[in-house]
């Protein structure tokens, strides 16, 4: 197709290819970087057209829509995102009027696709978007000082729109990467993960807003908050760091996609599944999968990101309340056997208030605990990690601290009552200590007990919905979902589980008669009839 890379002119390469080509095989790149730029330069050329890498570079999707009620967001951003390639093509690879070498493109692939300091990689993220919003008519506030390597400084501000625009362009750039294929939903149209909760968390961290009942007004249509790049740094690099990582992956992909023949690419679109639409129906959306995923690592990581893109699997569904019956019998009996990581949330409310125009405002909320291994029924806490995160209205992840080891408590009532001068409680719990829980759950599931987390020595402290105080704070559960994210392995381990105790079950409802022989030969009637009368006189049967 097109002509060779210089990889054939071995005996007159500069030191400059060399570094650049040690760098790409440093990373196992270098083959198919060859490939690509034999496929996207011209025939009879040793260099790539500016369009040919424009459109390799390009997203292929136009039609958006988005989980929440952002409708004038989803314009802006379908034009916003058309300029991608090109302004990835003009920040990141140098070009002549001839077209583009081939240790430019190694140059600007090595730069900006191999994993860099996230502050660094952050200010790529930050230019990248401040150039697509100029080509698409959004003014921004962002002022760049930047090397060719993303060192340097970044300042000014971006409003709430911006930023909304600007996780969904982190988020499609990762989706772009890990979905193989372009998968939409049954209309052709790519639903966007609400992000507010995101965007609560970021305002709320830069001190424009309180974590009060201010929260639930915020109107992100109006960029009348802006966040400074400085604070908003900070809250990526403690809340969702995994964002920083989205354009590398994205180029990689883009690349290793070119040099994929035809019929790979073909393949991979025949066999990407539309998305259902089912975002709407479980706590865990796809915004707050996503959420989770971005302060993780590991496989429980990918396998929220992934749901991210196409939603949960309805078989990792362990156990949703409103499906499999409240309380704490019914949430065991769906999920003893599970040993796996798994993701617990819990939807609740203190009470409904009124705002100044007498408009009733919701208080529900959502909060979460991610443990590493599955649910035991112990007197005693167990575990060996877990995350807490509130969830929304905003988010925010609680890492353990490290300092206790009080993760999680699970404990039922015994099957064989036996007196207990001091009976350990029965329900579910995380963080604290008993009598003392960060998070503790009734038996019926009606109510959950929120804590101030200086009771807690178990995970980082910070509140969990908006308006926490230092006092208790009880409040009625709507909703409890629970997800495992063990995998296939994890699932058949517990039905294996599940159908041997089923066995066991059955075997203990069944009485053999032909075990108890004869009842007139029987010690226990013999008995029987001493006690009746123990002063008859009995002649030995001889």
């Known amino acids: 197709m097109g002509a060779s890379s210089s990889s054939d002119h071995g005996p007159t390469q500069s030191p400059e290819q060399q570094e650049e080509e040690s760098l790409a095989a440093s990373t196992g790149s270098l083959p198919y970087l060859r490939t690509s730029f034999s496929k996207l330069s011209s025939p009879d050329s040793t260099t790539i057209p500016l369009s040919s890498l424009q459109e390799a570079l390009s997203i292929s999707i136009s039609n958006f829509k988005s989980e929440s009620e952002l409708l004038h967001v989803t314009e802006k951003f379908s034009e916003l995102l058309s300029h991608l390639g090109s302004c990835i093509t003009s920040l990141f690879f140098k070009t002549t009027n001839e077209g583009m070498t081939w240790v430019d493109f190694l140059r600007g692939f090595n730069r900006y696709s191999v994993t860099a300091p996230v502050s660094q990689s952050l200010n790529i993220h930050y230019q990248l978007f401040s150039e697509m919003c100029h080509e698409a008519g959004i003014d921004t506030k962002l002022e760049f000082d930047l090397g060719e390597d993303g060192t340097g400084k970044v300042t000014g501000s971006l409003g709430p729109t911006q930023l909304v625009m600007f996780l969904w362009m982190c988020w499609v750039l990762m989706y772009s990467a890990r979905v193989p294929g372009q998968l939409k939903d049954e209309k052709g149209i790519l639903v966007l993960p609400d992000v507010s909760h995101l965007c609560n968390s970021a305002l709320v961290s830069s001190g424009l807003v309180g974590d009060d009942g201010d929260i639930l007004k915020v109107d992100f249509s109006a960029d009348d908050k802006e966040i400074q790049v400085q604070k908003l740094q900070s809250w990526v690099l403690s809340t969702a760091v995994g964002i920083s990582h989205s354009l590398s992956q994205y180029m990689q992909q883009k690349i290793q996609s070119c040099a994929a023949s035809e019929e790979n690419a073909r393949e991979s679109a025949s066999s990407s599944d539309s998305i259902t639409e089912n975002y709407d129906t479980n706590l865990l959306t796809r915004g707050r999968a996503w959420a989770v995923s971005l302060s993780l690592r590991g496989a429980s990581r990918d396998q929220l990101m992934n749901a991210s893109f196409i939603g949960m699997d309805n078989d990792d569904l362990l156990y949703r309340s409103s499906l499999h019956g409240k309380g704490l019998s019914r949430f065991w009996s769906n999920v003893e056997g599970y040993n796996g990581p798994i993701l617990f949330l819990i939807s609740a409310s203190l009470s409904n208030s009124s705002d100044a125009d007498n408009r009733i405002i919701s208080n529900k909320w959502?909060?979460?605990?991610?443990?590493?291994?599955?649910?035991?029924?112990?007197?005693?806490?167990?575990?060996?990690?877990?995350?807490?995160?509130?969830?929304?209205?905003?988010?925010?992840?609680?890492?353990?601290?490290?300092?206790?080891?009080?993760?999680?408590?699970?404990?039922?009532?015994?099957?064989?009552?036996?007196?207990?001068?001091?009976?350990?409680?029965?329900?579910?719990?995380?963080?604290?200590?008993?009598?003392?829980?960060?998070?503790?759950?009734?038996?019926?599931?009606?109510?959950?007990?929120?804590?101030?987390?200086?009771?807690?020595?178990?995970?980082?402290?910070?509140?969990?919905?908006?308006?926490?105080?230092?006092?208790?704070?009880?409040?009625?559960?709507?909703?409890?979902?629970?997800?495992?994210?063990?995998?296939?392995?994890?699932?058949?381990?517990?039905?294996?589980?599940?159908?041997?105790?089923?066995?066991?079950?059955?075997?203990?409802?069944?009485?053999?008669?032909?075990?108890?022989?004869?009842?007139?030969?029987?010690?226990?009637?013999?008995?029987?009839?001493?006690?009746?009368?123990?002063?008859?006189?009995?002649?030995?049967?001889?």
């Not at 035991?376 to 995160?389: C, I, M, P, V």
């Not at 015994?414 to 329900?427: D, E, M």
């Not at 008669?513 to 049967?541: A, C, H, I, Q, Y």
């Open 366 to 542: 959502i909060i979460g605990v991610l443990t590493e291994q599955g649910f035991e029924n112990r007197d005693t806490y167990f575990g060996s990690s877990a995350y807490l995160f509130a969830i929304d209205p905003f988010f925010r992840a609680f890492p353990p601290s490290g300092k206790e080891k009080n993760y999680v408590y699970c404990h039922l009532h015994p099957t064989v009552r036996v007196y207990q001068a001091n009976p350990k409680p029965i329900g579910l719990a995380f963080g604290g200590s008993l009598g003392n829980e960060r998070i503790s759950l009734d038996e019926d599931f009606a109510k959950v007990v929120v804590r101030h987390h200086a009771v807690d020595k178990t995970y980082q402290p910070g509140p969990l919905f908006p308006s926490q105080g230092f006092l208790p704070s009880e409040a009625e559960i709507f909703e409890v979902e629970v997800w495992g994210l063990g995998g296939e392995s994890a699932k058949r381990q517990q039905d294996v589980f599940k159908k041997r105790e089923n066995i066991f079950t059955e075997q203990r409802r069944k009485v053999d008669l032909k075990t108890f022989g004869n009842w007139e030969d029987s010690p226990e009637k013999m008995m029987m009839d001493m006690v009746s009368d123990p002063n008859r006189v009995r002649r030995e049967d001889r």
